[in-house]
């Protein structure tokens, strides 16, 4: 699984793009979107989500279940 | 007031190594009074005379630091810094509102090439305006590389301009190298609390080493960091100003606690701010209804902590991409899309002769109300009474009462007249707030005042003010309002001493919440 912004939720503050181990995340038409392929849900990189952890708004950076749970390699 | 504030220096205070002066200035309780009615303001209220030389080049035209240059010099806000590291009670970052106007909103964020060019299309405009700052709509070291690359754009393209930036202290510590580097002289740290167990009612949660922490300890780790931050601002001769959040019920008595702690540690100027908690803004403290103080809670705050070290009362909890004078704010002439399309002429020439001409106008006024403090001489009286002002700027009675969005208020007594805040009134021409009468919301907000000064009013609002015990002046129109208010005062002290007037007491004042419901014509 990756994570997702939900983004009528997204306030474009862009906490999460720098805290992104991956750099998975960027701002596209106002908000900021997560690539799926490159997320890792942080796996190996840290405890907790970087970008569920600093963004100010809650439920707003969720798990999408089209995609399976990463493995750590 | 400012005539009472005298820090002990003289030429030979030119010098002093500027660590010795900071920490005079730390030391120096209340700026040359100690206890007794006679509380001076210093600092923001500081003339030229009252303060060390250097210390007075610093703060002499930055409108934030200098209750006295405010009503001349402009600043402007470049909101390049969105994100944030910790969360407030107090804010709600999914608020937008273009209408408006406090801390933590913004229209447009920009980038730091953007920002630079709005800086020189503002600068270019409005000649007045001397000051930078970096305040959000974020925290500016919570995005270090934007924030600096700004300062380094603008440092290059504008040198005269001076630069700033305002920040909750997190990652303070990690950057007081680059802030002193880049010339940054003007740092202020959001410190609500110094103990954690408070701290957890405002803050829910930081986030610190890749890891969101909450409670007691993450306001622990916070109050650490943000006075190691002040102290290593201080020890490198950076001017430090605090802000407060006044939380009644919450932080407000421990803000006693706090002022001594920033005293401490060298801070030169302390903000105490009315707590903003409008339900519709969304904010947690907006949604569990916790109220505001009122304007003589904030007052007797401000008042108490004065004894310690300067207060700053002329604060307008501005957005982070205000520009103009504080009290007004230019931002919609200067969208992105309109900067983009201006041809600048950056011109460092005419905007010092557009400064010196600012400077000379300053002078006056300060003779001016010198002049007239002395008439007040030899007398005495317990009375103290607050008036409200209608100004545009330039330390001048030169509003319309029906035009005034905000009103100045002065504390008279007989040794002076003092800037002690200012209130709020959006445009009482353009219908008040909400169900209720325009003239009622103005009558609100300056209920604790005996007079108004304006440049005009009408006669039906004249009536009705005086129908509720505040007389409008408007006698003193165009001239300068320390000079005009101190005059006023002593006929009205005649006037008590004849038995004319009967002096009374008069109530307390709200202070307005709500977004601003029009903006400048």
């Known amino acids: ?73 | 007031m400012d005539s009472t504030g005298h820090l002990e220096t003289d030429a030979s205070g030119a010098g002093v190594a500027m660590d010795a002066i900071m920490r005079q200035v730390a030391e120096h309780k209340g700026c040359g009074t100690h206890g007794g009615a006679g509380k001076a303001s210093c600092g923001s209220g500081a003339g030229e005379n009252d303060l060390p030389a250097e210390i007075w080049e610093k703060v002499k035209n930055h409108p934030c630091y200098s209750e006295e240059a405010h009503h001349h010099y402009a600043r402007m806000h470049v909101a390049v810094a969105p994100a944030c590291n910790i969360q407030c009670n107090y804010c709600n970052r999914k608020y937008d509102c273009a209408n408006e106007s406090r801390p933590g909103v913004v229209s447009e964020k920009l980038t730091p090439e953007q920002a630079a060019k709005k800086v020189l299309a503002v600068a270019s405009t409005i000649p007045q305006m001397t000051v930078l700052g970096i305040a959000g709509p974020g925290d500016p070291l919570a995005n270090p590389a934007k924030t600096f690359k700004t300062f380094e754009l603008i440092s290059k393209s504008a040198p005269d301009i001076k630069l700033c930036l305002s920040t909750n202290g997190l990652a303070l510590p990690d950057h007081v190298d680059t802030i002193a580097r880049y010339n940054v002289d003007h740092v202020t740290i959001t410190i609500n609390m110094v103990d954690p167990e408070i701290g957890a009612k405002i803050y829910p949660w930081i986030f610190w080493n890749h890891k969101r922490i909450e409670g007691v300890e993450a306001a622990r780790i916070l109050t650490e960091r943000q006075l190691r931050g002040l102290e290593m601002l201080t020890e490198r001769g950076i001017l430090c100003k605090v802000n407060s959040v006044m939380i009644p019920g919450v932080n407000d008595k421990h803000l006693v606690e706090v002022n001594r702690a920033v005293k401490s540690r060298g801070a030169f100027l302390h903000n105490i701010m009315p707590l903003i908690s409008a339900p519709e803004h969304g904010t947690v403290f907006g949604l569990n209804g916790q109220r505001g103080p009122t304007a003589r809670e904030l007052k007797a705050l401000q008042d108490e902590c004065e004894g310690e070290m300067n207060m700053m009362r002329h604060c307008r909890q501005c957005r982070a991409d205000a520009v103009g004078l504080l009290g007004e704010d230019r931002s919609e002439e200067f969208t992105t899309d309109k900067v983009m399309a201006m041809e600048v002429n950056y011109d460092l020439e005419s905007r010092k002769a557009y400064q010196d001409a600012v400077e000379s106008g300053r002078q006056a006024k300060v003779a001016a109300k010198r002049e007239e403090l002395e008439t007040l001489a030899g007398e005495s009286s317990d009375i103290r009474i607050l008036v409200a002002v209608a100004t545009k700027g330039s330390g001048l009675i030169n509003e319309h009462f029906g035009h005034a969005k905000e009103f100045q208020i002065y504390e008279l007594s007989t040794s002076g007249a003092k800037f002690v805040g200012h209130r709020r009134v959006d445009l009482y021409c353009q219908g008040g707030f909400g169900d209720e009468d325009a003239l009622e919301t103005v009558i609100r907000a300056i209920n604790d005042c005996h007079a108004v000064f304006v440049a005009r009013i009408g006669g039906c609002p004249k009536s009705d003010l005086a129908k509720a015990g505040i007389a409008a002046v408007d006698e003193f129109a165009h001239e300068f309002i320390e000079k005009s208010a101190i005059a006023w005062f002593r006929a009205y002290l005649e006037k008590v001493k004849s038995g004319e007037v009967a002096h009374q007491a008069r109530g307390d004042a709200a202070i307005r919440q709500g977004a601003l419901l029009a903006t400048a014509e």
């Open chain 1, 1 to 73: 699984m990756a994570y997702r912004i939900v983004g009528s939720q997204c306030t474009s503050c862009s906490a999460c793009e720098a805290e992104c181990p991956n750099q998975a995340i960027s701002e596209r038409g106002g908000t900021f979107v997560i690539e799926p392929a490159k997320c890792t849900e942080c796996i190996g990189h840290f405890d907790t989500p970087q970008c569920v952890a600093v963004c100010p708004v809650d439920d707003t950076c969720v798990i999408d279940r089209n995609y399976p749970r990463h493995q750590a390699p």
